[in-house]
């Protein structure tokens, strides 16, 4: 079993949409978690960081569920701005810490 | 105040050969993440380095080695260059060996086919 897994999409959603993510991970030792935007051909840039409780940035909602080993991102009201590949990253510290991405969801917002 | 700046952008080099690429990272940042991407994947880690030593290394062949420089800069370099290594390469850079709470800064990536 991978260690953080996402389904690829695409998610085809309208303008307009409210639509979720969910990446699981295997390790209950992974301690920090982020979602990250990465844009066709360009490098993955910071989306928000995943805190217990949820956390909100706008129209991006967030939330971990340790009991069950995941983390969602939901978008409200989708723009065709937000069409691109978000990665969830899992970090397990443990001497030094271990850093891994998820394959990444590919959203489509279609006008 | 200049992010992570990765050079060349671009590169073509021929099955066989050598590559080195380069990454200059965030001002504050003392430690320098490398990744390769292949197309429709995610990022997968190679290898980390903080104090001029390798810290972390990833499930990736010796033929990938780095370096970190006195100036928190960094090399990655590839021998015997294979088809398979076509990828985007993506350097991240943070501080304080990679603590969790700020995330990682990534370079623009240098795209490297092999032909």
């Known amino acids: 079993r991978k260690e953080v897994e996402q389904d690829p999409g695409p998610f085809n959603v309208p303008e307009g949409a409210t639509v979720a993510f969910n990446c699981t991970y295997s390790?209950?030792?992974?301690?920090?978690f982020f979602w990250y935007r990465q844009d066709c051909r360009k490098e993955p840039k910071l989306l928000m960081s995943v805190y217990s409780s949820g956390n909100e940035d706008g129209r991006f909602t967030a939330q971990l569920n340790r009991a069950s080993q995941y983390i969602s991102l939901l978008i409200r009201d989708s723009k065709l701005s937000d069409s691109a590949t978000y990665l969830c990253?899992?970090?397990?510290?443990?001497?030094?810490?271990?850093?891994?991405f998820g394959t990444g969801t590919k959203l489509q917002v279609i006008p | 105040d200049a992010g992570v700046t990765q050079s060349p952008t671009h590169l073509i080099k021929t099955r066989g050969q050598q590559v080195t690429l380069r990454c200059s990272p965030k001002?504050?940042?003392?430690?320098v993440s490398w990744y390769q991407q292949a197309l429709g994947q995610g990022p997968q880690f190679i290898f980390q380095?903080?104090?001029?030593?390798?810290?972390q290394r990833g499930n990736f062949p010796d033929r990938f080695s780095g370096h970190q420089f006195p100036n928190y800069s960094s090399e990655l370099n590839v021998n015997a260059l294979l088809l398979g290594d076509s990828a985007l390469y993506l350097c991240?850079?943070?501080?304080?060996?990679?603590?969790?709470?700020?995330?990682?800064?990534f370079g623009s990536g240098t795209r490297l086919t092999v032909v």
């Open positions: 990253v899992v970090i397990r510290s443990g001497g030094y810490q271990k850093v891994t």
């Open positions: 390790n209950s030792a992974s301690q920090s």
């Open positions: 001002s504050g940042h003392d430690t």
């Open positions: 991240a850079s943070s501080s304080l060996q990679g603590k969790a709470n700020y995330g990682y800064t």
């Open positions: 380095y903080y104090e001029e030593e390798e810290r």
